[in-house]
């Protein structure tokens, strides 16, 4: 199979980027469109299917000298925009000599084929007919996409969360082209997990305007994809947390949670401050984001099991070539550290040069967004 | 104020409890009807509110064996029901010796007023117009209810959860009363908690069906109820746990969550184990339990705290006469152990004789229900 070019390459039109920034901008954001079928593992096909990336710093002349970052849920090629300690002064990567690169995941709504994308083949929005698209179909997407832009061999791969799920299975499924993948708060996800997932999904599926996912563009199922987005935040954040920054404090709007005010009326009273604070998350992330996009990546992530397909653990991990370095987050309740830990250790007992490092954090699972001062410490 | 009296009288009518049985009998279950308005701490009145109330065992003639027993949310008087081992054989209580008294909770909708039930002062149902019902009045009204029953001292109140609110509300509201209190797995409600009952109400709020809380009593918000009892599932419930039962395995009905039947097809996959067991839990909630009473409820757990209304935690539990026992448990993430302990410990600092005991379990939150034995040993 080949891949049409895209039309313009990075490191080659000789944009340089300048000094690191508090949030850099890419030199380059585009998409790569697969000029044939993509084969998916649930038996079905993408026709076509698009790519949107971005590229930060340029490619060396010898290629050699390309990171590929993994983004996580809800995230967005753009690493700048939410990950810029990462390469910015004293981060992990440079922009002066490391070149970046980003993929949307497919299912999403920032540029890559998902739900909301013309089918190809029958001219049709996808809708809740979009296939299952696993990480690991991502990954050899991913592969044709450096294919193209002439990159043989990963310096590093690297990502958290589901960014992290892809980043081990680049490791597995092209073991000539990593030289090092660091894989950040992950590891299958555990049954606590599929449950929140579960949670999330039914909060969608049981908002009225989602109608079994033919909504409206212009009608969304706003309200349930804000209480997923709810119920995600709980794990996301880990309990202390919440108490240090929430409390039992009334919502900082003045609502009146006792029921003081207004003599207890009714069975909804004012709001805690931790209630004020969740719901505002939700608003902010309906602006920016799709409901069936949403679905088709949770069941991305629930789906995701590395030994899927192969013989055994032993079968899978010992294709690694590359160096793994795994992350877990003291406080993520999500995926526990000792999970990441014990993930780490299956795959070295397969031969695996992999090495287990710990994050202490208060911020939970999402710490690898939030600390990201810590994280670049903990890997240099 | 004075009380109605109730039809009948338990340990009055030579109702002799039989030997310990796996799930005993109440000797009495009925209403306890106060008489005139029951003032509540927002400000509000309740006219004439019922108490619904069981008993097992009998009252002495010294009426000084009376034993209450406090439920948790969505719990009933008949505690025999939920808790039977308490007082099964090698129990912590004992039907030959001790008087178990147990009363439905304000709010509630097994019997207590409710949201269900007809206001007295203008002779319709509250539905979401029912009032704040704070731990503390009930709490006051259970008192009265004791007066009626020519109960002056309870050898011991215990609980689990809100249960165990209302076991400290009674050693601090009725200081003379209460010998000895139990207060397993609970401490005011942290962040999180108020977090996650916060998306247990919306949940429930998102339902059509709800309609602001004025639903046809024959369709009631059935799917946002669900949605809301699986939410809390989560909290009750320790994630190891969860993996040891469920893991990844596919929803044992044979659905297929990779896939591979219907070429994953849709945004909606089969399910996994996990996801199977808790939409069987909202299905069994939703056909015992009312909406209302539930958001009823909920409210009442997250505005306890012992100390509103006192001038401090010394003048609030300085009042304590009572020997107190508090539970952690040590895998439950909902109140957990490290905050029961700290709670424990802060009104051992004004004074009280209060202990602290850690139960092993991997049952999180729901450990004094699902290992009654453990928990009694515990006890004894």
Partial sequence: MTESQVSAEPGQGGTVAGPAQAVPAPTYEGDFVLDEHLLLDCGRTLAGPTLHYAVYGRLNAAR????????????????????PEIFGPNGLLSLENDCLICVNL???CYGSTGPGSVDRETGE???????????RDNVRAQGRLMDSLGIRRLRLVLGGSIGGMQAL???IVHPERVERAVIIAVAPLSAMGLALNHLQRKAIQQDPDWHGGYYLPQRPPRRGLALARQIAMLSYKAPPL???????NPNRNGEDPLGLD????????????IAGYLDHQGKRFIDRFDANAYLAILRTMDTWDPMHGHASATATFSRIRARLSFVGISSDWLFPPESVRN??????????????????????HDAFLAEQAELVKLLQ
Same sequence: chains 1, 2.
Avoid at 64 to 83: F, K, P
Avoid at 242 to 248: A, H, I, L
């Fill in 106 to 108: 497919f299912s999403s």
């Fill in 343 to 364: 993930f780490a250790y299956t795959i070295r007992a397969a031969g695996v040069q992999a090495d287990y490092r710990e994050m202490t954090s208060e911020h939970g």
């Fill in 64 to 83: 050699d000298n390309a990171v590929l970052v993994c983004h996580a849920l809800s995230g967005s090629a753009r690493v700048g925009d939410w990950w």
């Fill in 169 to 171: 299975e680049w490791a």
């Fill in 242 to 248: 919440f108490d240090d920054r929430f409390g039992r």
């Fill in 262 to 273: 207004d003599l207890g009326g009714g069975l909804i009273g004012g709001r805690f401050d």
């Fill in 125 to 135: 929005v996808y809708g809740p007919d979009f296939p299952l698209v696993s990480i």
